[in-house]
């Protein structure tokens, strides 16, 4: 039901990156664009996306720097291809809970698609959050204005909630926001605590309610 899964992300970037990409056998480009991308998020764990650099990429994938090439031609592309993919997740959610008409529930729904579709792209959703300030100005813009829509969306449905709390709807979904971007962000922590998304996603939930629904 997630508009993008760890399958299908790599036909979506292949399609939607056709004019750039110069492998036209689709099944080695998907490969490949796999290759690249895991080993991008394993480097930019280990030694910073800023200090990487495309030889390191070469290495890890074990792709020649021609054939790199043929997929991106600077780390700008990988970042840009990278930050698309969660700009395309994030804007895709809100048609999951089209036909939720309580606010509450819609909210409920909002938040645990946030969490499942950030649980399936982990890698994607922490390097925008953690790499998004190396990135090239535009980039970062585009990043900023992804996270403000979320924002704004979930403030629209909390704004619908009768007898709500009093204060802005778009601090209380800022609030929200940081409660469900600590998952991604900090896996480690649940992880040692053996905690399971939907572990996570019913307390969030949870905590949601007891404030906006008392």
């Known amino acids: 039901m997630t508009p993008l899964d760890g399958a299908n992300v790599w036909a979506y970037l292949l399609d939607h990156n056709a004019e750039r990409i110069t492998v036209k056998r689709r099944k080695p480009a998907l490969e490949n664009l796999e290759r690249i991308f895991r080993a991008t998020f394993k480097l930019a764990n280990d030694v910073g996306f800023r200090a990487m650099n495309l030889r390191d990429l070469c290495q890890e994938t074990g792709l020649s720097m021609g054939g790199l090439y043929g997929y991106i031609s600077n780390k700008d592309q990988l970042a840009e291809m990278i930050e698309d993919v969660v700009r395309h997740a994030t804007h895709e959610m809100p048609r999951l809970s089209d036909d939720v008409a309580d606010p509450l529930d819609k909210l409920e729904a909002l938040i645990r698609a946030s969490i499942y579709v950030s649980e399936i792209l982990q890698p994607w959703f922490y390097f925008v959050f953690m790499d ?18 979320v924002q704004a969306l979930f403030a629209g449905v909390i704004a619908q909630i009768p007898q709500r709390p009093e204060g802005s709807p778009e601090m209380q979904a800022a609030h929200i926001m940081a409660t469900f971007q ?10 040692a605590a053996d905690i399971s998304p939907d572990q996570f996603a019913d307390s969030a939930v949870r905590l949601m309610r007891a404030y906006l629904a008392p």
């Not at 190396?134 to 204005?145: D, F, P, S």
């Not at 600590?182 to 992880?191: E, S, T």
């Open 132 to 149: 998004s300030r190396v990135l090239q100005a535009a980039q970062r813009t585009t990043a900023k204005e992804s996270e403000l829509y």
């Open 182 to 191: 600590d998952w991604y962000v900090k896996r480690w922590k649940y992880r």
